[in-house]
């Protein structure tokens, strides 16, 4: 995850032609591209699928809009709009909606990379508030999730990581305190290294049998702040030292677990019909990803023409409202009158008009109206009720937080803050003294200062209160990454081949070596050292080899090119058993 700059500067009037372009929209996606029809549907399926398996792994709040997935058909067309020729895809949350932009690479490795950008964006929208390390960690672990039979395999090792790491090793306590400011974190010769490692502590802590029992734990403890060694210490009574060590281990094994859900992907309309766009949509799509990279003039441009196209439509005036505030440019408010006024229903645009806008009556106004459309955006109706609170009416305030039935973990410290003092200043002060003694019980590290000024605030006598609210907090945990971009970089490839078939033998001499049946063919690879070896089995998670003849179905990935004098094809790299 770390800041990246758009190269895209395509003129204002140089707008691609209508004909080519498709939506193609599913329960929980929306994905627009100018690629072919088959490639939008599979892919579309296949983040269904993923997001399918993680509804029952994570605590999942789910965007008020859709993600939108850019999928482009030109590599050009992609690295212009990327900026970054060593990633295939990448997911920023933008004040508009969430964003995934695609590259045409349809390789194993493009897919996993737009997996794990999928999967930065649950763990946005979990209640999961994690270091860097852990939120990359996570989402290396399970972007090469996969059906295998009538279970979804967690784990199969990543090659070039394990390459990676066991030749340029970082010391742990570097990764786990690593931050958006850090020199490891934002220094290019270090990305892989970082993910690598990062994604081989969290395959550890989540899947080895000494640590996995604690890892929710290890996550919640992070989540209420404690720094990582903080809650190694606290869950597994391990210093980070002691967890290194058997990180190094672990590693440096000739096996490593993988585990076996019993569940399958969710069965989901594989044939999603388009509908064909038109050059003022994905002109906004476009926009949204250029304004994205910090070149807001251009973005701007793009959308002034786009509201000449279409004078009726509000979408441009939209984007143009968040970005020129976003950018710090003048006419942000002017670009939300005008959006309203064409009749938008953007949610996200009323929620931040607060922020460029002084009106507070219209930014209320344009709130309710929101929630009447959208009446579970409890982000959207926690900003109204505060408005009320700021502008002297607390009544009104505890009428709208009274509204909010359900609170996600991410927006507690903005809630409660919100809840007790329109409770309080309304005369609800059996109310707000509960709500401040259920504060101090669930705030976490971070607001537990918070919570006790909410706790004492709740038990003075209001009579003897000054009739204004003290303040009103907008801790928005769940909004504050809103801003943030999450790229994977990918480290140096390792040429790897994979081969399926049936392993018929395992000669242990010097060199030892596999023997694959593969059709009619027999296909030997050679072993140069057992612990370059990466070994994922079956159910129950471990794969074992012994010498001698087999008989087992098995994927391997092997390097090629490396013909000996023994005949062998090349050097085996990682070993799959099969069901």
Not at 118 to 124: A, E, G, M, Q, S
Not at 162 to 176: F, G, M
Request: aromatic share 10%; charged share 25%; with cysteine.
């Amino acid at each position: 995850m770390r800041h990246w700059v758009v190269l895209l500067a395509l003129a204002a009037s140089c707008l691609p032609a209508a004909d080519k372009y498709f939506v193609y929209e599913s329960e929980h996606f929306e994905l627009i591209t100018d690629g072919p029809r088959g490639r939008a549907q599979n892919v579309l399926a296949h983040f269904e699928r993923v997001r399918s398996f993680f509804e029952t792994m994570l605590n999942l709040r789910a965007p008020i809009l859709k993600p939108r997935i850019v999928m482009f058909n030109n590599e050009k067309d992609y690295q212009d709009h990327a900026g970054n020729k060593n990633t295939a895809a990448y997911y920023i949350g933008l004040p508009q909606r969430d964003y995934i932009a695609m590259s045409p690479a349809m390789t194993e490795a493009a897919r996993r990379t737009a997996v794990h950008e999928y999967i930065h964006l649950l763990v946005h929208y979990s209640d999961m508030r994690v270091p860097i390390w852990l939120n990359e960690g996570i989402a290396e672990l399970y972007s090469n999730v996969e059906q295998v039979k009538k279970s979804i395999r967690v784990g199969t090792p990543i090659a070039g990581h394990v390459y990676l790491i066991r030749n340029s090793w970082i010391p742990l306590a570097e990764v786990t305190s690593a931050d958006h400011q850090s020199k490891l974190y934002n220094r290019r010769e270090h990305m892989g290294p970082f993910y690598g490692i990062s994604w081989a502590l969290t395959h550890m802590l989540s899947l080895d049998q000494r640590y996995r029992p604690g890892f929710r734990k290890l996550s919640d403890a992070m989540t209420a702040g404690a720094t990582s060694e903080e809650a190694f210490q606290q869950v597994y009574q391990k210093s980070i030292t002691q967890v290194e060590a058997d990180l190094k281990a672990y590693i440096e094994g000739s096996r490593v677990n993988v585990v076996n859900f019993d569940i399958q992907f969710e069965k989901v309309d594989e044939k999603v019909e388009p509908r064909q766009v038109t050059d003022y949509e994905w002109g906004v799509a476009t926009a949204d990803l250029l304004g994205a990279s910090h070149r807001a003039d251009q973005a701007a441009a793009r959308l002034e023409a786009l509201t000449n196209m279409a004078a009726q439509r509000p979408e441009a005036w939209e984007s143009l409202a968040l970005i020129r505030w976003r950018a710090g440019q003048s006419g942000s408010w002017e670009a939300f009158q005008k959006a309203r006024s064409l009749g938008s229903e953007h949610p996200h645009l009323a929620f931040w008009a607060g922020q460029f806008g002084k009106d507070s009556g219209v930014v209320r106004e344009s709130l309710a109206r929101t929630l009447e459309k959208y009446p579970d955006y409890a982000e959207a109706r926690l900003r109204l009720s505060g408005s009320y609170l700021k502008d002297g009416d607390p009544a009104k305030a505890f009428a709208q937080a009274t509204l909010i039935k359900k609170i996600h973990p991410a927006l507690v410290g903005w809630y409660f803050p919100v809840y007790i003092q329109a409770a309080y200043y309304s005369g609800k002060v059996a109310e707000a003294r509960a709500a401040a003694d259920q504060f101090a019980r669930v705030a976490n590290k971070k607001d537990k200062a918070l919570a006790e000024e909410m706790r004492l605030l709740a038990a003075k006598d209001p009579r003897k209160t000054a009739s204004q609210p003290a303040r009103i907090v907008e801790s928005r945990a769940g909004l504050a990454t809103q801003f943030e971009e999450f790229v994977v970089e990918e480290p140096p490839p390792v040429p790897l081949s994979f081969l399926s078939g049936t392993l018929v033998e395992l000669q242990c001499g010097e060199p030892a070596s596999l023997h694959i049946q593969s059709g009619e063919a027999v296909v030997k690879l050679a072993i140069d050292d057992p612990k370059n070896l990466q070994l994922a089995g079956a159910a129950g998670g471990m794969g074992e080899l012994q010498c001698g003849a087999q008989k087992r179905p098995v994927k391997l990935g092997y390097m090629p090119g490396q013909q000996r004098a023994d005949g062998a094809a090349g050097i085996a790299r990682t070993i799959e058993f099969l069901p």
